[in-house]
């Protein structure tokens, strides 16, 4: 164990294991739950403020809040391919990425007041066999285990005998956990000992019923876990050409065959995993309280340059005894002593609110006899014996290759911090490259260095030779690094699966590295090592493309895109009518509801991109799942909205099992079950979290087909939608399941909501009733009536005097707002039609917004309105002055809610680049602002009957095109004012300019027609003025300071950025040529 940090740690992460003194001086060992910079808290009252960390001590069962510099750092978790860097004050450091983790703990053997320090990971073993998410093989088959099913038999003190699963039974706790008050694994092993109510098992199989436990079978009794066995194993099988596109149940035969490459829960220790050791010679047990003894002199900050030298001379300590194999564990006159309160397995980390200083006297010798139980007696603690442990400390050292090439050993993880970034352009020694510049050429590279300061990077090219069969080097050359872009395909880190291509024999194995040299290094089931091409492998992704699971993985996905997790179902599951408790429930709920509006807008705009086998199988499940989930609101609510028994949500699932088994998708599990069995406790507490995870996995999925797709089809133009005339439209979107589950969903939710907001006193609450309840969708019968799909003329043929009426309003080129006659057809929302349930007053909404954008409408932006369709519109933004964005332009296509202004507008981003520019504008072209509900807002940043459109543009112009955009990333605000925060908002300044001005080209050469003439006026005032003044940042010697951090700007930026102001100039020439040889020509028609 390596002495305290002498340094002040600078921050800290989920999982990171800290240390702090009880009130008696005594250790005490904690996981670091949230922290402030990472921390998403929506509820004020229960935040944590800069400097604070919401820790999970080991004497408690709550997690309590400290303030950083009360506590002290053991471990930082950090496994094979997190990027990593050290800290030092004022200065900027490179990155790297961990190549290896080596990590030893000190465990204490369940049931006994004995630890063994020191024990290497290779020693501790998974309780269970099998767990979810672990990647295996079948012969040369491979996927990834979805469910697993285990009967356990269990005795109980009285002799009793009973098989139980545990799928269905979820009350079954650990015994020793219990006793502190911790929440119980269902990972269950021989000689476990559980407490449990026997009449509440779900169909138990009693071997033996005696009179004792027919006598107490409604009492909490304990059992003794005689075997386990695993009965049912389900396995999302990969393969080349769909994925995880097979779920099955394989049989007890292919159980025994089956061979795991990787268990994810054993990538890192974490403070109270439970795992299994075999004793050896050479383990040392230790009492925990000596072993407590020492750890608290050892990080007693005045004695540490001592500490090692006292610990051993005391004459306090015990003499240690090494097992042997002729021995007993200990010496001949010490035993193993149950009876001392201070070294009993519960009391030893009771609450510090009890008597620490209690001894073994003040223990009623009737509860000693009665209630002791005894476990390991000393014989069973021998070499060779297998017993269960739990983690109670762990330390770890780190292998990290650094962005210069370099590799350094044995890092303490404390040394470390996460790099944290929204950066795509930083790539590290043996990464997979292409040049951005020329996509179209077939080489590739790999990274040999990189100077992080000037954003350059050696990279060693190669092609690869098909006759040859292998890549054939070209040379190497130092590039910006905002002209390369990461392989899309050669995405080989440590701890990747990969499988091989060679015809002959199919392998599987785990990537050990990627080197330098232009190969991946390689070691397959069978333990051996190979170096292998990038060609001659593929990678296999970590995740299954849909998750038949009940429970979401991490899902980068969602990392990619949202933020947010959410606070548990406890934290408001108080008075459900205090005001305080419903805020952030409805909040969270409205977040939902808006994610089901955009993900049925999008079926329904995008019925002819989404793949129909894609999207049954990734999201008609979790539709359901999110259905039975949300019975967390019923419970809390005490309504019937998501009734499992409710006829329509019966109908959709008999739909939904009839199409996926005709798609050959066997599915099982508790929603496909006749039973329906209702979900466990645990799961229902995080219920919520589980709904909006999956939500924005959704929603994420969604806009990847859909890009893929318009990929396929176009360049960086911005893309066209479909009209109405367009083929597999409207028509085909009214058969789909999808768009019915989430119409079902969408009134539910709306009636909950409601009732929330009822609770609250909202005056909205009647109307969204009315509307939910007037609207509750019936399920399609197998023979749906044929129907015509509208018009955008028909739709408002009844506002012709309408029109008439609103033309004119400005109709000189070039003015702010404008009212046009006809709406253009690559508008993204045209082939959206509205079914309005109040037209005029929608009608009556729509004239005031328009005399307000034209009375009130801020400088640099220009609103164009259309008479033939009253719910479109098309906004361009001026970039602000003082930010990086400064002379950019930016568009957006707006549609109003049928119910506008109860609920906001729909908006779209037109995107003209391949990469992100602003954290909240997304180039597939979701905005994400709380007006709209795509982000977590408070008081009037969220969307009200009040709101309105211009309130919505200020906030896009003034919050989301600022000065550091790189803060308007979820919880990146909290990086304000540190080091890292500033490094990053400064790099990420860098990319914004570029991407800006490549942007604009692109915007120049194919304009939308609608604001065609203003954009071309715009660059021709504004074009001469930027070149200029982003050169200067690269050529003058001493450029002047912009308002925003950006200088010195890096030789990368400045080789890149160069290049593309030179292509915007040729552009803007070649439209300024074409503009005066159109005058002239319009002026000889004059003549």
């Known amino acids: 164990m390596s002495h305290a940090n002498t340094e002040t740690i600078k921050e800290f992460y989920t999982n990171d294991v800290v240390y702090r003194h009880d009130k008696h001086k005594k250790i005490l060992f904690g996981v670091v739950v949230d922290s402030y910079e990472a921390s998403s808290d929506v509820d004020e009252r229960h935040s944590l403020q800069k400097g604070q960390i919401r820790v999970l001590w080991n004497n408690n069962s709550r997690q309590r809040v400290w303030r950083q510099s009360k506590v002290g750092l053991i471990n930082r978790s950090i496994i094979p391919g997190d990027i990593v860097r050290r800290f030092e004050k004022g200065k900027e450091t490179q990155r790297g990425y961990c190549k290896e983790t080596k990590q030893v703990a000190t465990v204490q053997i369940v049931g006994t007041d004995r630890v063994i320090e020191r024990v290497t990971t290779e020693r501790l ?58 929440i119980s694994f269902d990972a269950y092993y021989p000689g476990q000992e559980l407490i449990c109510v026997a009449s509440n098992f779900e169909q138990p199989h009693w071997i033996k019923k005696s009179k004792t436990m027919k006598r107490n079978i409604q009492s909490r009794q304990r059992f003794t876990v005689q075997n386990v066995e695993d009965v049912l194993i389900e396995i999302a099988w990969y393969n080349n050409t769909s994925g995880y596109s097979h779920i099955s149940e394989i049989s007890q035969d292919d159980i025994k065959k089956l061979k795991v490459l990787e268990h994810p829960s054993d990538t890192f220790l974490e403070l109270a995993d439970r795992r299994l050791l075999k004793l050896s010679t050479s383990d040392v047990l230790l009492k925990k309280k000596d072993w407590t003894k020492k750890l608290t002199l050892m990080y007693r900050p005045e004695v540490v340059p001592k500490v090692r030298h006292i610990v051993s001379c005391t004459s306090k300590t015990p003499r240690i005894s090494r097992l042997r194999s002729s021995s007993l564990v200990y010496a001949q006159n010490e035993e193993v002593n149950f009876n001392s309160e ?28 009665n209630k002791r139980h005894f476990p390991p007696k ?160 593929e990678f296999i992704p970590e995740t299954a493309d849909y998750d038949f699971s009940d429970e979401d993985s991490s899902d980068d996905d969602a990392g990619d895109c949202v933020s947010w997790e959410t606070e548990s179902i406890e934290s408001y599951a108080g008075d459900m009518t205090d005001e305080t408790v419903l805020q952030p429930l409805a909040a969270r709920l409205d977040f939902i ?75 099982k599990g508790r929603l496909f079950s006749e039973d329906n069995i209702s979900p466990s406790i645990s799961k ?10 999956k939500m924005i996995k959704l929603e994420n999925k969604m806009n990847a087909q859909i890009v893929e797709k318009k990929e396929g089809r176009e360049s960086t133009a911005p893309a066209t939608p479909l009209t109405p005339d367009s083929p597999d439209n409207s028509c085909s979107s009214q058969d789909n399941l999808c768009i019915e589950l989430l119409s079902m969903l969408k009134v539910r939710m709306d009636l909950a909501y409601a009732e929330i907001i009822s609770r609250i006193g909202g005056s909205q609450a009647f109307t969204v009733v009315t509307k939910a309840s007037d609207k509750i969708p019936t399920p399609c019968s197998s023979t749906p009536l044929p129907s015509v799909p509208t018009t955008p003329e028909d739709s408002f043929l009844s506002t012709s005097p309408l029109k008439l009426n609103l033309m004119g309003k400005g109709q000189d080129e070039n003015e702010p707002f404008m009212i046009v006659e006809d709406a253009p057809p690559t508008h993204h929302y045209y082939a959206s039609q509205l079914e309005f349930t109040d037209f005029q007053r ?41 930010t990086p964005y400064e002379d950019g332009l930016f568009l957006f296509d707006i549609q109003f809610s049928n119910d506008y202004p109860r609920s906001p507008p729909l908006v779209h981003y037109i995107s003209y680049s391949s990469e992100r520019l602003n954290p909240n504008l997304y180039v597939e072209g ?15 940043e969220v969307w009200g009957p009040n709101s309105t459109l211009l309130q919505l543009i200020v906030s896009i112009q003034g919050l989301i095109l600022v000065s550091e955009p790189y803060y308007n990333e979820a919880g990146y605000d909290k990086q304000t004012d ?81 290049a593309s102001l030179t292509a915007f100039e040729d552009v803007l020439i070649k439209i300024g040529d074409k503009s005066e040889v159109a005058n002239a020509n319009e002026g000889n028609s004059t003549l």
């Open 978 to 1058: 540190t080091q890292q925060g500033y490094e990053n908002s400064r790099t990420y300044n860098e990319l914004v300019i570029l991407k800006l001005i490549q942007s604009m080209k692109e915007m120049l050469r194919s304009p939308p027609d609608m604001f065609k003439s203003e954009i071309h006026t715009h660059f021709a005032e504004n074009g001469r003025n930027l070149c200029r003044r982003l050169r200067s940042y690269c050529q003058d010697s001493e450029p002047i300071p912009p308002e925003f951090p950006l200088l010195p700007v890096s030789k990368g930026l400045k080789l890149s950025l160069t």
């Open 593 to 667: 509801r808006s994610r089901i509006i955009y993900l049925k807008d999008a079926f329904r705009q995008h019925t002819h991109i989404v793949d129909p086998y894609k999207e049954t199988v990734i999201f008609v499940k979790d539709l359901l799942l999110i259905y039975e989930n949300s019975s967390y609101l019923d419970k809390l609510l005490g309504t019937s909205f998501f009734s499992l028994q409710s006829k329509h949500f019966q109908v959709l699932l008999l739909r939904a099992k009839q199409k996926l088994k005709t798609l050959g998708v066997e599915v």
């Open 378 to 537: 000393s014989q069973d603690l021998v070499p060779g014996n297998t017993l269960a442990v739990e983690v109670i400390c762990v330390e770890s050292k780190v292998n990290v290759v650094w962005q210069d090439g370099s590799e350094e050993k044995d890092i303490p993880s404390t040394q470390l911090y996460y790099s944290i970034s929204l950066d795509d352009h930083e790539f590290f020694p043996g990464e997979w490259v292409i040049n951005d510049s020329k996509p179209e050429t077939d080489s590739y590279g790999v990274v040999q260095s990189v100077n992080y300061l000037e954003r350059t990077a050696s990279i060693k090219w190669f092609t690869y030779s098909e006759t040859q069969k292998k890549p054939t080097e070209l040379a190497i050359n130092e590039m910006s690094v905002y002209d390369l872009k990461k392989h899309s395909k050669f995405v080989f880190r440590p701890r990747s699966i990969v499988k091989s291509k060679a015809v002959e024999e199919e392998k599987t194995g785990k990537v050990i590295d990627s080197c330098i040299e232009g190969y991946v290094k390689v070691q397959w089931l069978d333990g051996t090592e190979e170096n292998c091409w990038p060609q001659d492998i």
């Open 842 to 882: 929608f009608v009556k909404a729509v004239e005031k917004e328009y005399r307000s954008l034209k009375d009130s409408l801020p400088p640099g932006v220009w609103v164009r309105c259309y008479a033939d369709r009253l719910d479109l519109l098309s906004v361009m933004i001026k970039g602000p002055a003082k």
């Open 125 to 182: 073993h998974s309780v269970r066999p099998y767990d979810v998410d672990d990647a295996v093989c079948l012969g040369s088959k491979f996927g990834r285990i979805e469910t697993v099913d285990q009967m356990v038999s269990m005795q109980s003190k009285c002799g009793s005998i009973v098989n139980v699963l545990t799928s269905i039974n979820h009350d079954l706790d650990d015994y020793w956990l219990s006793k502190r008050n911790r």
């Open 342 to 369: 201070e070294d009993e397995w519960w009391t030893e980390e009771s609450d510090e609110s009890d008597n620490d200083g209690t001894t073994s006297s003040r223990i009623n010798n009737s509860t000693k006899n």
């Open 926 to 940: 979701k905005v994400c602002v709380s007006l709209l509900g795509t982000w977590m807002g408070r008081g009037t």
């Open 684 to 693: 229902i507490k995080i219920a919520e979290k589980e709904n909006i995870n």
